[in-house]
């Protein structure tokens, strides 16, 4: 018993690290670019998800019909999480330690539920509870920013692998007209000169 708690705890934590990567590498690679002759997940979210779903107020749901593109297709996450494992099983089968399996598959499949039902949250919200929360909050923003540039923040649950691989963005760097509402944090810049304030500086300046 201590055998298979110790090493299930040992595959749950290794795994939810494994899945900011995996989460990462699926985002940016396939998700956004054409991976040769895959296309499915670069139109599907890329084409389709960002071009319904902005930085801006569009960011929330505007049609009731534009919900059905929030969350992936019903298939994608068993076969994620089964991709996912693969390494997992020829990890464990090297080490001779198939506990590893349990520990890895409850935090995979742990992970793929928190990715939809916060990404639900945060194009949907709804006063809910965890959209109460801090760690969402904080998340909102960071998803947020990635609407508004698509180069960073590909994490959703856990930005563990934006933060190693360089794309991270607590903040924009330009003022932008950004999605507001009692869970969205503000990810302007903290100094930033209002852009009707410059308008006006330049029309004093010409005047």
Not at 31 to 40: E, I, L, S, V
Not at 41 to 54: M, S, W
Not at 117 to 139: G, Q
Request: charged fraction near 15%.
């Amino acid at each position: 018993m201590e055998s298979f708690i110790f090493w299930s705890a040992v595959g749950f934590s290794g795994a939810i690290i494994f899945c900011s990567f995996f989460e990462w590498t699926l985002h940016r690679y396939f998700m956004h670019r054409p991976f040769f002759n895959f296309r499915y997940a670069f139109q599907a979210h890329a084409l389709v998800h960002h071009h319904v779903f902005k930085s801006d107020h569009t960011y929330h749901v505007v049609n009731e019909k534009d919900k059905k593109i929030i969350p992936m297709a019903w298939w994608n996450g068993p076969l994620l999480i089964f991709l996912g494992m693969l390494p997992i099983l020829a990890l464990a089968w090297m080490v001779g330690r198939w506990w590893l399996l349990t520990g890895s598959f409850v935090a995979f499949a742990s992970y793929y539920a928190a990715y939809e039902y916060m990404h639900w949250c945060m194009h949907l919200p709804k006063a809910r509870r965890v959209e109460r929360s801090w760690i969402f909050y904080r998340l909102n923003g960071h998803h947020l920013l990635h609407h508004r540039y698509m180069h960073k923040n590909y994490n959703v649950v856990m930005p563990f692998a934006d933060l190693c691989l360089g794309t991270l963005m607590l903040r924009s760097k330009i003022k932008f007209p950004q999605a507001r509402g009692a869970a969205v944090p503000d990810v302007q810049p903290r100094n930033a000169t209002p852009v009707n304030s410059i308008a006006s500086a330049k029309l004093d300046a010409s005047a």
